[in-house]
C-alpha cells in the first residue's frame, strides 16, 4: 500500500540514516607535502665527502629537508645553477670571468660564499731526514721521475708511493693541484682513504704519500714543507701553502630560495665549521 502516512514514514527513516553514514565514513586524506628538496651541483672536491657530512648535520635541524645532489665538476655546477636547474653550485675554484658574463648575459648575479679550503699534505716516513721539498721535486716523486730519495737530499732508497684510489675525488684533486695533471706513477700503491695512506707511509721507511692536514699529524708520519711553507691551516687560511683550494657555495643572489640561503648560513655557522674541520677540511679564519 501507497499510503501517504508509509511515504512520510520512508522519508523520516531516510532523513535519520544519511546523517548516521556519513559520520561513519572518515574525510579523505589530502596527500602528504613533498619534502622541501635541496639541489646541489658542482664540484667533486666538495661532492665525495664534505657535501653529505653538512647535509646529514643540516638534517639534524632540518629533518624533513631532502638533498639532491649531483657532483660532476665545478663548471657543471655553475652551469646548472644558471639553468636554474640547481639551487646552489659548490665550487673548488672562483668564479670565471667567462662564467660571470654568461651570468649577467641571463640576468643572474652570482652570490659567493666562501666556506673554507681543501688542502692536501705531503707526507713522508717520520725518519725520513727530508723536511722540505720544491714543488718540482713533489712532482716528480708522484709521477716517478725520481725513483731514489738521494735525489732530493734523502738516504739511498728506491721511492714508495701512495696515493687515493681512482674512485676518489682527491685522487684527481692532487694531479691537478700538484702535478700539472700528469699521471701518477705505475707502481703506485691505491689506498681507499688518506688514513689508509697515513698508515701505509708510518710503515714504510722509503714511504711517500698525500693525507688531510689532522692525518699529517698523526704518529708516524712527517708532514713535509713545500718549498718554506709547511701544511698548515693557519698557512692554508692566509692562501700561502701550494697545494690548497678554496670551497664555495653559489646561489642566485635574487632568486635563491630561503632554504638554499639556510644551508649555505649554516656551513658558515661554528657547527657548519666544525663539520668541516672533522672531515678534514680547513675552516674558515
Known sequence: MNSPSLR?????LALLTIPALLTGCPAAKSPPEPAPTLIVRGSNTIGEELAPALAAAFK?????????????????????????????????????????????????????????????????????????????????LFTGALQNWKEVGGPDQPVAVHIRDLVSGTHLGFQE????????????????????IGQAVAAQPNAVGFTSLPVAGQPGVKAVAIGDVAPTFEAVQQGRYPFARKLHLFTDQTKATPLAREFVQFALSAEGQQVLRAGGFVPVP
Open 8 to 12: 512520510r514514514a520512508v522519508r523520516a
Open 60 to 140: 639534524k635541524r632540518r629533518p624533513g629537508v631532502a638533498f639532491d645532489f649531483e657532483f660532476k665538476g665545478t663548471t657543471y655546477g655553475f652551469g646548472a645553477l644558471m639553468a636554474g636547474r640547481a639551487d646552489i653550485a659548490a665550487a673548488s675554484r672562483p668564479v670565471s670571468t667567462n662564467e660571470l658574463k654568461l651570468a649577467a648575459d641571463r640576468g643572474i648575479t652570482l652570490a659567493d660564499a666562501l666556506i673554507g679550503s681543501y688542502a692536501v699534505a705531503v707526507v713522508v716516513n717520520a725518519g725520513n731526514p727530508v723536511a722540505r721539498l720544491t714543488p718540482e721535486q713533489v712532482k716528480g
Open 177 to 196: 693541484l700538484a702535478m700539472d695533471r700528469e699521471p701518477y706513477a705505475l707502481t703506485a700503491q691505491l689506498h681507499p682513504s688518506y688514513e689508509a
